[in-house]
């Protein structure tokens, strides 16, 4: 019974152990030590465990839940890999940098694995008290504790929000598991208590996955976090809250919350939208164009059932990919004068060196949602669910804005193959970083061309 | 249950706001430190005022757990603080503005 239970927790012990003792490894050797923990934990996942009873410990060892375990592993890694420039050019503390990675990994997955109120709220407290330090991590960065105490204030008030919301779904039902907490209770008293939970729950998720009205904080913070941190809070933090979002919690089911719901979705869609387009720096263009990109995602929670989440677990897969390779081409041509955030820093980059403007390229066509690439897969089943599912005004606004992304998308690359005279010698990208962004470009090309593989997989993952 | 739930609830809830509205209005860091603190202290007692109408320890525990999570945060927050005091000797949320477009 213990063993079982120890077997069933062993990817989660893997990466706790693993965070505490990159401590004890000397700066050198400490991000890819945090690399081989994040990959032993990610092929842990997959070694066979009895069922194990799943309200004894609160977190699922399901299929679905070690599928993501397995993505956010990766993301971890990957971004362990991308910040080996930064420690030899910035100074990074490699220890403490490595640990809290994996640390906000293991957050990352217990919120994807909970199956109830409790670990939800645990995972996601341990993701973003990492993401606190980590973002503020850049010392010489001027910015970069502003951008820390950006992300304190809101991520304060959203755990907040989502503690009370927690509370009162407590006092309207009496469980925190998830499975019986859907339906509502009868009693007019009772209802109101937890429709008003729910609402705060939903407030707090949609701070922490920066949808509008609730996204003020994102640009700031991309811009000032070190790029492979701002990569893996644009992807694993926010599809962490999604997997959720999808999985776990079936707020559509509660009728009430559907238009709310709508109205967060037509909402970031617009504002995103309309927020990008005078941006020149990518790293806020990025940030905007992922509260369009969350939008889009609340669709396939809108649109609910298998066909949704299908669909929505696809799209997660496609934004993350093209926003890892971003934020991390970003990071490979960092020097020691900083990220070169601005279009004008940008400008000429395919005459220094072509593969990568290139791959820019790629990823942001990709975000723009151009066929052949996983961008247009996504956006194209995820639009049929939900047009299936008849949200018609709906679709109608996020084909508008996906139309409009194509102008501040081809902005910067545009100034990419622009003749610059400033005669800057970038810097040459090293193995780990050539990885990284090799892979996400493969999975982006694949999964536009032959998506099959993928529906399958994650057809076979889906609770 | 000799306090009934919804005089729990109603006093939590207040409380709550309270915490809220120091945060909102507030500008300096530490007093929005305080006000998430009262808003995390409005949930621990509606947790255990729950948790005595439903007759199980669940509610009691997560308040437990509540107050262990609230302690890491603010840690995690006042090292913030006194990183930004001495960086910038200022705490004031409204100095923070380097960043625009």
């Known amino acids: 019974m213990i063993w079982d239970a120890l077997l069933a927790l062993l990817p989660f012990l893997i990466l706790f152990i693993g965070s505490v003792s990159v401590l004890f490894v000397p700066e050198r050797r400490a991000l890819l030590f945090g690399v081989f923990c994040a990959l032993l934990a990610a092929g842990f996942c997959w070694w066979p465990c009895a069922p194990v009873m799943s309200d004894l410990l609160l977190v699922s060892s399901g299929p679905f839940a070690r599928g993501c375990l397995t993505v956010w592993a990766l993301l971890g890694a990957a971004t362990c890999l991308l ?69 304190l204030l809101p991520g304060f008030l959203a755990s907040a929000l989502l503690a009370f919301g927690i509370a009162l779904v407590y006092a309207a039902t009496g469980t925190f598991t998830l499975q019986g907490n859907v339906s509502l209770p009868v009693g007019a008293a009772m209802h109101t208590i937890a429709i008003l939970g729910w609402t705060l729950i939903l407030c707090a998720i949609a701070f922490k996955s920066s949808l509008a009205p609730f996204h003020l904080w994102t640009p700031d913070v991309y811009q000032g976090a070190p790029a492979p941190v701002a990569g893996l809070l644009a992807s694993g933090s926010k599809g962490a809250v999604f997997a959720v979002l999808l999985a776990s919690i079936p707020l559509t089911l509660i009728a009430p919350m559907r238009p709310l719901l709508a109205a967060l979705a037509a909402l970031s869609m617009l504002a995103g939208t309309f927020a990008a387009l005078p941006q020149t720096n990518l790293k806020r263009m990025l940030a905007y164009s992922s509260v369009v990109h969350m939008g889009y995602m609340v669709l396939a929670v809108l649109t609910g059932h ?48 072509p593969w990568r403007a290139a791959l820019l390229t790629l990823f942001l066509l990709s975000l723009a949602g151009f066929p052949p690439l996983a961008g247009f897969m996504g956006k194209f089943v995820l639009f049929s669910a939900a047009l299936d599912a008849g949200y018609v005004w709906l679709v109608v606004l996020a084909l508008f804005s996906s139309l409009v992304s194509c102008y501040y998308y081809l902005r910067p690359v545009v100034r990419l193959f622009r003749p610059s005279s400033s005669s800057v010698f970038s810097v040459v990208a090293n193995g780990g970083e050539l990885v990284v962004l090799g892979l996400c470009a493969i999975i982006i090309v694949t999964a536009g061309m032959y998506p099959g593989p993928f529906f399958r997989l994650i057809a076979a993952i889906a609770p | 249950m000799i306090v009934p739930l919804g005089h729990v609830l109603i006093l939590s809830g207040l409380l709550f706001v309270a915490g809220l509205l120091g945060v909102l209005l507030r500008r300096n860091l530490i007093m929005i430190l305080i006000g998430v603190e009262v808003m995390l202290n409005a949930v621990g007692l509606t947790l255990v005022g729950a948790s005595a109408y439903w007759r199980n320890p669940e509610g009691q525990l997560f308040a437990l757990l509540l107050m262990a999570v609230a302690a890491a945060e603010v840690t995690v927050a006042l090292a913030l603080v006194v990183y930004l005091k001495r960086s910038r000797s200022t705490i004031d949320v409204n100095r923070f503005n380097g960043m625009q477009g």
């Open chain 1, 83 to 151: 910040s080996e420039r930064y420690r030899e050019s910035r100074r990074f503390a490699s220890p403490e940098f490595a640990a809290l990675v994996l640390f906000c990994v293991l957050g990352m997955s217990i919120l994807a694995a909970s199956t109830s109120l409790v670990s939800l709220f645990l995972g996601l407290e341990a993701m973003t008290l990492a993401f606190y330090v980590l973002i503020a991590f850049d010392r010489d960065n001027p910015t970069g504790a502003e951008a820390g105490l950006k992300y």
């Open chain 1, 306 to 353: 298998q066909a949704g989440l299908e669909a929505g677990l696809f799209y997660l897969l496609s934004y993350g990919a093209a926003t890892v390779a971003a934020f991390g081409l970003l990071a490979s041509l960092t020097d020691s004068n900083g990220e070169p955030q601005n279009y004008a820093a940008l400008e000429g980059l395919a005459g220094r060196s």
